[in-house]
């Protein structure tokens, strides 16, 4: 019946639309902006409650742990792609009750239990490895009554975090993405809250491990009351039995290996720095390029909340349609990142040269030439993601060759300058590598594009 309406009331239902994209967007924007609050307090706490070489160990803490990749290997973005192809033949009004065909109910149901057991048997093995890479390299530099206690805290609170992403990536495709956002929005301010309180009250490496457990357990909770009738609804269909297994391997070892890639193009600095010039100067690398994802994290709202509707009209062979809405957040998040740029550049002449307080801040990153490296580098990182995200909204992954190039050219430039040359050009061989990268990207996209709806289909 539902479906009759909508049909009698396009221009009705285009209203509706338009207003679920609105209310997507947001919601994510309000969670994304939650980090401009956040983020600046937290660059400003570090340098003022942590001394420089616990400084260090904090950012290392987090590269080492996005490790999780090796969990991951792109399966939480496969996940939303999938679970919003079998969701686009469905709806759920505010009954609650889900509506559709009892086929694609089915294949929903049977994708969210292939998803748990999948998910617990790899993080479980992945958190192990990352335990064990990370206390070899946190030995290196000092003995283990320093660390420890806090790594295997924040291990523990990073692999329950990362489940709940899992599940918040289903969701989402499930065009649950106000209600993820608000999720995400209100686990963000606890961590950030219980992270902040636990540096004022001087906890030094514990307060990052404090942080993420509590962000851990509210993400558990906070998913069970909003979303476990859903979940149960699904899991109550228990006829279908689809070889996900099968179907999702096909694309999966394309994509792992575009995630390895990303890790070693995204969080190989830290690690590098720390090994070669010790937990200080890991520290600055650190706390730039912290800066720097925040800016491309809000830069990339637009893209975010749009992601489960490009999939959707995918599946449909609304090709119009996923054009104009790309076009539309693409041209968004690069102006987003450019403002943020300006103003930071505004606040970086104008005032940390004449403000003590300031200057005693920015002592803590790198040094200006090496951060403007930075920051230019995750701009074009964020024009490559967006078309990434567009390419794999067909259920492909096409720039496989791309990320090993350039994840082995980043890698390998990255070694050179942390090894032997000085700080300031640490970020040299990053920015070449995304400069080189950026026209390939293009032609991958627009021949790929080309051939998917020139036929119609996506093969």
Not at 51 to 61: L, S
Request: glycine residues 6%; proline residues 3%.
């Amino acid at each position: 019946m539902r479906s009759i309406i909508r049909a009698a009331n396009p221009q009705k239902s285009a209203g509706v639309e338009n207003e679920s994209e609105r209310r997507d967007v947001i919601s994510t924007l309000t969670s994304q902006l939650f980090r401009i609050v956040s983020g600046p307090v937290m660059l400003l706490m570090i340098p003022l409650y942590l001394r420089a070489d616990v400084q260090g160990f904090w950012y290392t803490f987090i590269s080492l742990s996005a490790l999780s990749v090796l969990a991951d290997l792109g399966f939480t973005t496969i996940i939303l792609e999938f679970s919003a192809h079998e969701f686009a033949h469905l709806s759920l009004p505010t009954s609650g009750i889900l509506e559709g065909p009892r086929e694609y109910k089915e294949r929903l149901g049977s994708l969210l239990r292939f998803v748990a057991k999948r998910s617990l048997i790899l993080v479980t093995l992945a958190y192990i490895i990352i335990f064990c890479v990370g206390s070899w390299v946190f030995s290196q530099r000092a003995p283990s009554n320093v660390w420890l206690v806090p790594w295997a805290l924040y291990i523990i609170g990073g692999s329950v975090v990362f489940l709940n992403n899992i599940a918040s990536s289903f969701l989402s495709g499930c065009r649950m993405v106000e209600s993820v956002q608000k999720r995400i929005l209100a686990t963000s301010v606890i961590q950030s809250l219980v992270t902040i309180f636990a540096m004022y009250k001087h906890c030094g490496l514990y307060a990052i491990s404090f942080g993420v457990l509590a962000g851990a357990v509210s993400g558990v909770l906070l998913i069970w009351w909003r979303f476990g009738a859903f979940m149960k609804q699904l899991l109550s269909f228990q006829k279908a039995s689809n070889n996900w297994g099968d179907e999702i391997l096909k694309l999966l070892w394309r994509t792992a290996i575009s995630w390895v890639s990303g890790y070693l193009i995204l969080q190989i600095y830290t690690p590098f720095m720390f090994l070669f010039k010790g937990p200080v100067e890991a520290g600055r690398i650190g706390i730039s390029i912290n800066l720097a994802t925040t800016i491309f994290t809000i830069s990339s709202t637009w893209m975010t909340a749009n992601n489960p509707r490009f999939n959707m009209y995918v599946a449909k062979r609304s090709w119009e349609e996923l054009d104009r809405a790309f076009w539309l957040n693409f041209r968004l998040s690069v102006f987003t990142n450019i403002l943020v740029l300006g103003i930071i550049s505004v606040i970086g002449i104008g005032l940390v040269n004449s403000v003590a307080f300031l200057a005693r801040i920015a002592d803590r990153f790198v040094e200006q030439g090496a951060l403007a490296m930075l920051l230019l580098g995750w701009l074009l990182q964020l024009i490559i993601n967006n078309f990434a995200i567009y390419l794999r909204a067909h259920k492909q992954e096409p720039i496989v060759v791309f990320s090993v190039v350039i994840a082995l050219l980043i890698t390998l430039a990255t070694y050179i300058c942390a090894r032997y040359l000085q700080s300031a050009l640490f970020f040299s061989g990053f920015l070449a590598s995304y400069a080189v990268s950026v026209p390939w990207i293009v032609y991958i996209f627009r021949s790929r594009r080309k051939a998917w709806h020139l036929i119609g289909e996506v093969t």
